[in-house]
Nanobody
């Protein structure tokens, strides 16, 4: 019921910042919980951050807590991931994901809890 298009990935030096964007289409975007995941070569997809559709709840992986911030603008059908103090270990393909929920405070941290995925955007952090 939604389509997701990501942008903002690129090459950045360690300690730098990037802002990823995810543009969503669909009539009921405001009722979707959103998440960010990442996958590095040879590794499984891992959770990064999530936000409920009411934006009242957010949740972060321990590895990024304090450095990354997830936010959304329901009026513009956009979700963002602000990444600061980047490390080489953050290098991965980053994906945004969505799932419909009747509860404005709900969010998920597991890939199988999400139904829709973007194409992914590459983030490379050099040292």
């Amino acid at each position: 019921q939604v389509q997701l298009v990501e942008s903002g990935g690129g090459l950045v030096q360690a300690g730098g910042s990037l802002r990823l964007s995810c543009a969503a289409s669909g009539r009921t975007f405001s009722s979707y919980a959103m998440g960010w995941f990442r996958q590095a070569p040879g590794k499984e997809r891992e959770f990064v951050a999530a936000i409920s559709w009411s934006a009242s709840n957010t949740y972060y992986a321990d590895s990024v807590k304090g450095r990354f911030t997830i936010s959304r603008d329901n009026g513009k059908n956009m979700v963002y991931l602000q990444m600061n103090s980047l490390k080489p270990e953050d290098t991965a393909v980053y994906y945004c994901a969505a799932v419909s929920s009747p509860f404005g405070t709900w969010l998920g941290s597991r890939p199988n809890e999400y139904d829709y995925w973007g194409q992914g955007t590459q983030v490379t952090v050099s040292s």
